[in-house]
């Protein structure tokens, strides 16, 4: 196909084939692109007639693409990434101005401990910009850079997409919640003794921690385990239960509530909380703006940030 035949190609059913791609599902593309499914299902259509190929066929109860499709795939989504940078480039950003959609993803940690400050200094630079929050965890976040459903992502990470780029923010050292009157600090002994909440988006009931305290010859007692952290709120309070957890998730949990943090009374090997943000949006305007800020904030000393004292 040369330039000219280039014309008759609408580069938004490109945009339809790559979620097509992802999603494999036509309401889930629909939702995704904001579209009707009538909308997403003729422009399937066209990509059919395009490709002289079916794109997607049943396979039991779900559709999945041709081998010709995912070759095709594999072509297009350099270029059309290098389109999007191309766009991107030369955009102009004023953040007095922005009225941009940002869409990044949170761990949950992230999201309850250091999001609420992030997001009052975004709205004072930029008082027009609309945000989109997705929750994210070392498994999902590649995904979601990958399908381009996020630009950048705060998380603990492991693997990550080819093209995607990733800058340390902090270490996450943890403090011991206790919601109970008792005086004095945990010694080892009450910590292992005492029953555990802890923050599961699996449904396990070990993690990390376990391996600290393996190094050490001890074990904990996991009594509950809960989605999010604060959901820690609400079952600490005069209960026995204790919840270890990352010191600025600590922070926004015992403001306001009768819960108190201390150190724990072990060495705990501190995590990597890393920002992973996708090559395409690398020297996008309002991207590096919106990477910057949260690099500013997310890196500062917790005492800096936080009123009162943990």
């Not at 692109?33 to 007639?49: E, Y």
């Not at 945000?131 to 990470?157: F, H, M, Q």
């Not at 780029?165 to 002994?189: H, N, Q, S």
């Not at 015992?254 to 090559?279: K, N, Y």
Request: charged fraction near 25%; aromatic fraction near 6%.
């Amino acid at each position: 196909m040369n330039r000219n035949e280039l014309r008759r190609v609408d580069l938004n059913l490109l945009v339809v084939f790559e979620a097509l791609m992802f999603e494999r599902n036509v309401t889930r593309v629909a939702e995704r692109l904001f579209l009707g499914q009538s909308a997403v299902s003729a422009s399937l259509a066209r990509l059919r007639d395009l490709f002289d190929d079916p794109i997607l066929i049943r396979q039991g109860r779900g559709m999945e693409p041709t081998a010709r499709a995912l070759a095709i795939f594999q072509e297009l989504r350099p270029a059309l990434d290098a389109i999007s940078g191309a766009v991107s480039r030369v955009k102009d950003f004023d953040p007095v101005s922005s009225r941009e959609i940002f869409r990044i993803g949170l761990s949950d940690d992230a999201e309850f401990g250091l999001f609420p400050g992030l997001l009052r200094r975004m709205r004072e630079d930029a008082p027009g910009i609309k945000v989109v929050v997705r929750r994210v965890n070392y498994l999902l976040l590649p995904s979601l850079l990958a399908s381009g459903e996020i630009s950048v992502g705060v998380s603990y990470t492991q693997d990550l997409p080819a093209n995607a780029k990733r800058r340390k923010l902090r270490d996450i050292p943890c403090k011991v919640l206790r919601g109970d009157d008792g005086a004095g600090p945990l010694t080892l002994d009450d910590y292992c003794e005492r029953p555990h909440a802890m923050v599961s988006f699996s449904g396990d009931l070990c993690g990390n921690i376990d391996l600290d305290l393996q190094r050490v010859g001890r074990t904990r007692n996991v009594m509950v385990a809960v989605p999010q952290f604060s959901s820690l709120r609400a079952v600490l309070p005069r209960t026995e239960l204790i919840a270890t957890v990352p010191d600025y998730a600590a922070c926004a949990l015992v403001e306001g509530t009768s819960l108190r943090a201390e150190d724990p009374p072990f060495p705990i090997t501190a995590a990597e909380l890393s920002m992973v943000w996708s090559g395409v949006h690398d020297n996008d305007p309002g991207e590096r703006w919106l990477r910057n800020l949260m690099v500013e904030h997310m890196s500062r000393p917790l005492a800096e940030w936080v009123i009162g004292a943990v």
